[in-house]
């Protein structure tokens, strides 16, 4: 369950690596807009939030990926910290995101599953 709960978390840091691509660097653009469901302007007014939020999204990727390497070097408690921290606030965001709104659900499930699964799995490793 823990190597299971590694690539959970992996696949979580990908997606949020490709978040921080959409927020932070491309968030102006048409193919980005259609995805978030943002028209022009409402891209050009939120420009600055979402740069900031994909970085947020990034450093939890970063958290994770590092974690994972830490784990696969031997160093469980500190990597499982790592991994656990990264991966638990990616599933607690995705979750503040369906319940704050309720619309954006299938986007919180996209960007919570993996994590969430991740983080179950990776306890479950560590506890048996």
């Not at 994909?54 to 408690?77: E, H, M, P, T």
């Not at 983080?119 to 560590?126: N, Y």
């Amino acid at each position: 369950m823990l190597l299971a709960g590694l690539v959970l978390s992996g696949i979580a840091a990908l997606i949020h690596v490709l978040i921080f691509r959409m927020e932070s660097l491309t968030w102006t653009q048409e193919s980005t807009r259609r995805t978030f469901g943002t028209t022009a302007q409402e891209a050009e007014a939120t420009r600055e939030m979402a740069f900031n939020q994909g970085f947020y999204n990034l450093f939890l990727a970063i958290a994770v990926a590092v974690g994972i390497i830490l784990v696969a070097a031997g160093q469980l408690a500190v990597g499982a910290a790592l991994v656990l921290t990264g991966a638990g606030s990616m599933a607690a965001a995705a979750t503040v995101l369906a319940l704050s709104s309720p619309d954006k659900r299938g986007a919180a499930l996209k960007q919570g599953a993996a994590p969430a699964l991740g983080v179950i799995a990776l306890v479950i490793g560590l506890i048996l």
